[in-house]
């Protein structure tokens, strides 16, 4: 009997690890920060910040294409960059925020626009599509309130923005972003880090050194024939130009 149990008991113990959690069996994807997304399965990170252009935006004023009747709605978002608009003038209500529309609307002689927080960084949420290769990225007003707005990024070898909203009822905005920097690492952004900082210096320093000192040659004739030879106070009349001042006499 103990033995029947035991084989029981080790049978369970092998399906149980030869069929692991379906969250970690289908991947997904694990939040890192605001802006980058860990695969589950190990083929790598998605870095929001690599589909934005060189300002950090992915739109930035564009006119709404779901509302060509009011050409004067704008949509502004940043997957990683907290921004104000406008820009010198606080006190809106897209202030650092990850999403913006504006829309002017006419009056009299001049016009009045209006700004309108559709999501903020913090508190966005995740979700990896397996099937399509779609990360979906909320963003909320609030932590803990109800998206505003929804980005779907697919990893595609096309680059295209495409974005659905009715202002009429203050709906949830959605985005549609194809982009090849939207796959596991592709378009990773380089991190010059302290290291290679301090290598450029160096670099920077040798040649220098070679430059300056083969400028300072100082031919001379011994039983060989013609030789050069850097002048031995070169170094000490360069750094006494540079730190003295006054008019003084730097020869040693």
Known sequence: MVLVSLTVLYVSLRLTAADPPSELKHGGCIKVNECKCLMRDGSGLIDLGSVADEDGFIQRLKPLP?????????????????FSE????????????AVCVSRRIHQDNGFVTQYFNYGK????????TDSEKTLSVSYSMFPDSEPQTV????????RSVTSSVSL????????WVESPCACPNACALVDVGPGTILLIILCISVTAYFIIGSCALRPFRT?????????DSVWCKICCQLTVRRKQNCSL
């Open 168 to 175: 009429s009822e203050r709906a949830l905005l959605q985005m």
């Open 151 to 158: 980005v779907h990024y697919r990893c595609s070898p096309n």
């Open 86 to 97: 406008p820009e010198r003038f606080g006190g809106t209500d897209c202030t650092g925020v």
């Open 66 to 82: 779901s509302a060509p009747q009011t050409p004067d709605v704008l949509l502004s978002f940043s997957p990683c960059l907290a």
């Open 121 to 128: 960084h913090n508190g966005n949420k995740f979700s990896f």
């Open 223 to 231: 039983s060989n024939g013609v030789q050069m030879a850097p002048e």
